[in-house]
DNA sequence: CTGAAAGCGCTTACAG
DNA sequence: CTGAAAGCGCTTACAG
C-alpha cells in the first residue's frame, strides 16, 4: 500500500502554511525542508521527493518577508520615475526589469508625477521597506535626501547627473550635447531662426538642454532671441501650448527644438491645428525617440536616447554593488546618443 | 550640565540601527521604544524625549520588514495593469494611491504590457511578499490564478467582471452599454455605415464592448458587415493600422467606435495622413475619455470611464476587507459612464 | 509607567 | 544525510 500523506490544503485555516507545517507533513525537520529548497545542501532523494509532494499538497509558498529579514536582503528593487506615461520610462523600467530579474530581483515602480514630495516620500518608504537598490530619475532630490539609503547600503543609481555624489553610480546621456546634435541638424538645413521648447530650466535635465541649444547656436554665430525660448513641463499638452506661442509670434520661428519628444509631438498638434506645414512652414525635433515618436504624422526627426539600454545599465550598476563588495569608487557611465533623421525636419 | 547622549550616526557601521540601539541610548527597554513609536501605551514624557533624541540622533527608522513578519500585514497593495503608458491606468493608480495612503498603505505597481505569463509572475510575487491588498486589472488571468492569494487571505478587487467568484470584489462599468451609448450617439447623428475598431476579442473585456456596437446597431436595424469590424490592441498604434484599412475599404464607413481612446487617437492620426476630414468624412468616437481624449485635435467624442474613480473605488473595496472583519459577500460596484461630446463626431 | 520574554517564518552555523 | 537552536528586528500579552 503506498503511504499517503494526509497533509491537504486546508481551505477552513487562514493564511498560508509555515514551512513547520510542511517539516510536519514530510516528517523532517524544518532545516532540511529548507535546504531542500534552496539546494544548500544536499538531501536524499527520497526525502527530497517527500517534501516535494508535502509542498504540492499544502500549496506552501516560502515567505519572502521572513526570508528577506533573515538574510538583510529583500531581492528588491525600486525605481522612481516623474511620469509612467511618458513612454520613456516604461521603456526604461523594462530594460531594468530584465537585468535584474535573472538576478532573482524583482523590479517596483513609483510615479512621482515629478513632485519632489513624492520622490522623497517614495525614497523613505524605499528605505523603510529595505530594498536593495534604487534607481532615481527624479528632478527635485538632492543628495541630502539619499543619506539614509546611503547609510541603509542601499546600491543607488542616479539617471542623469544630478545625484553624483555620495557614491552614487550615475548613467547619463550627454544631454547638452544631444540637444546641441539637434539644433546642429537644424543649422545644417539652413535654418537660422530655430527656437526651443526647454523643460522645466529649474531641473539638471532642463537646464543641460537648453544650454545645448544655446551653446551650439552660439558656436554657428546665430544671435540669440529670448522670445524664441519656452519653457514647458515635458508633456505632450505643455508643448501644444508652448509651439502655439511661438507660432503666433510676429516673427515665428521656422524650426524648433523640444526637449523632449512628448512635447515634440505638442508642437506637431499645434502646427495642424494653425494650419502650419511640418516641416515646410516649421522644422521639429525631439529628443527622447520613444517609440511613438515613429508613428506620428509627420514622423519625429529626434535625437535617440536608448531608455531601454539605460535601463539594463541601470540594472547592471546595481548588481555590480547588489553582488559584489560592498565598497567601490562610484562609476559613471554614459550613455550614446544619436541623430534619428524623419519627416519632421 | 545637560547630558547627552554620545549616540551618533556611526558612518562606518553599516546598515540602519535597530530598535535595540536607539533602547540602549536612550536607556530604556525596547518595550518602550516600541510603544513611544506607536503611541499604543502611554510613555512618560521625560522618557518619550529621550527616546524621539535618540531616534533623531542615530537616524533610525523602523523596519518594515520585521515589523510586517510580526504584525502578518505589509501595509502594501498590489496593482496590476496592462499598460502604464495608456494614461486610463495611471489614472486609475492615482486613485487607488490616494484612497489606501491616509490608511498607511502603498500601492505597488506592475506593468504587465498585457501578457498573462506576467500577469501570473506578478500575482504570484504578491502572494510571496504577502501583500494585503490587490488590485486587478488583467486580460488573461482565470479564477485559479487567484486560488493562493485568496488562500493567503489577500483583499483582491477586480477592474472589470471577468475575475468575478472566489470572493473576489468587482469594480466595473457597463462596458457593453457605454460601447453601445458610443454607437447610438453615432446613429443618432445620421450615420449607418459605422466601423468599430476593437480590443482583442478573446478578452472579456473586447468581447464586451464588440457585443455593445454589434447589439446596438442591430437594434436600430442595422445590417452588420463584417468588413467593418477589426481588431486591435488597445494601442494608439494599432489604432491608426486599424483605421488606415478601414478607409482603404471600396465603401469606407462614416463613422467609426474605437474601444478605447488610445485606438480612437491612432484613427484620428490615420485620417489625418490619409487626408480625411474628422468629423467631415469620418466621425470617430472612443472610450475611456483619457486626459489626452480632450487635448487632441479634434478633440475627441468619447464614452467617459471615470478612471480615478474607479481606482478610489478599488482602493475602498480594499481597506473594507483589510480592516474590517474577514468575511463577507463579495461585492460588485458599478460603475456610472458618461457620454462626452467634443469635436471628432 | 516600564520591562522580560515569546514569537512572527525563515536560514544557517554547529553538531552528530 | 539530518536536526536543534540561535537569530534577523520588530510587537505585545503578561507581569510588576
Given amino acids: 500500500v503506498p503511504e499517503r500523506s494526509d497533509a491537504q490544503i486546508d481551505l477552513d485555516r487562514p493564511g498560508l502554511p509555515t514551512i513547520d507545517e510542511v517539516a510536519a507533513a514530510a516528517q523532517v525537520s524544518k532545516t532540511t525542508v529548507s535546504h531542500a529548497l534552496s539546494g544548500n545542501r544536499p538531501v536524499a532523494a527520497g526525502t527530497q521527493a517527500r517534501i516535494e509532494r508535502a509542498i504540492e499538497e499544502l500549496g506552501y509558498r516560502p515567505s519572502a518577508l521572513a526570508r528577506s529579514l533573515k538574510l538583510a536582503r529583500s531581492h528588491t528593487v525600486g525605481l522612481i520615475v516623474p ?5 520613456f520610462y516604461p521603456a526604461l523600467a523594462r530594460g531594468l526589469q530584465e537585468a535584474v ?18 520622490e522623497r516620500r517614495f525614497v523613505d518608504e524605499a528605505v523603510d521597506r529595505r530594498v536593495d537598490g534604487l534607481v532615481l530619475s527624479t528632478f527635485d532630490l538632492h543628495e541630502a535626501d539619499l543619506d539614509d539609503a546611503v547609510r541603509a547600503g542601499i546600491a543607488t543609481v542616479s ?6 555624489g555620495r557614491g552614487i553610480d550615475v548613467v547619463s546621456a550627454d544631454d547638452e550635447r544631444a540637444a546641441g546634435d539637434a539644433v546642429e541638424y537644424l543649422l545644417e538645413r539652413g535654418h537660422r531662426r530655430i527656437a526651443t521648447i526647454a523643460g522645466p530650466t529649474a531641473t539638471t535635465l532642463g537646464a543641460a538642454r537648453l544650454a545645448g541649444y544655446r551653446q551650439r547656436l552660439a558656436g554657428a554665430g546665430v544671435e540669440p532671441d529670448p522670445a524664441l525660448v519656452r519653457a514647458a513641463d515635458w508633456t505632450r499638452d ?6 502655439a506661442q511661438l507660432l503666433a509670434l510676429a516673427a515665428p520661428p521656422t524650426a524648433v527644438f523640444c526637449a523632449n519628444d512628448m512635447m515634440a509631438i505638442g508642437a506637431l498638434d499645434a502646427a495642424r491645428a494653425a494650419g502650419i506645414d511640418v516641416p515646410g512652414q516649421l522644422a521639429v525635433v525631439g529628443l527622447d525617440d520613444i517609440e511613438a515618436a515613429a508613428l506620428v504624422t509627420p514622423a519625429l526627426t529626434t535625437v535617440r536616447i536608448p531608455a531601454h539600454e539605460v535601463g539594463r545599465i541601470a540594472g547592471e550598476l546595481l548588481l555590480k554593488r547588489m553582488e559584489g563588495p560592498r565598497t567601490r569608487e562610484p562609476l559613471s557611465v ?10 519632421s525636419a
Avoid: E, F, M
Avoid at 530579474?101 to 513624492?118: E, P, V
Avoid at 505643455?238 to 509651439?243: F, I, S, T
Avoid at 554614459?334 to 519627416?343: C, E, G, Q, S, T
Fill in 101 to 118: 530579474a535573472s538576478y532573482g530581483y524583482l523590479a517596483l515602480l513609483a510615479d512621482t508625477g515629478g513632485d519632489g514630495t513624492q
Fill in 83 to 87: 511620469d509612467v506615461t511618458n513612454p
Fill in 334 to 343: 554614459p550613455v550614446a546618443h544619436k541623430l534619428i533623421v524623419r519627416n
Fill in 159 to 164: 539617471i542623469g547627473p544630478q545625484l553624483s
Fill in 238 to 243: 505643455g508643448g501644444h501650448a508652448a509651439a
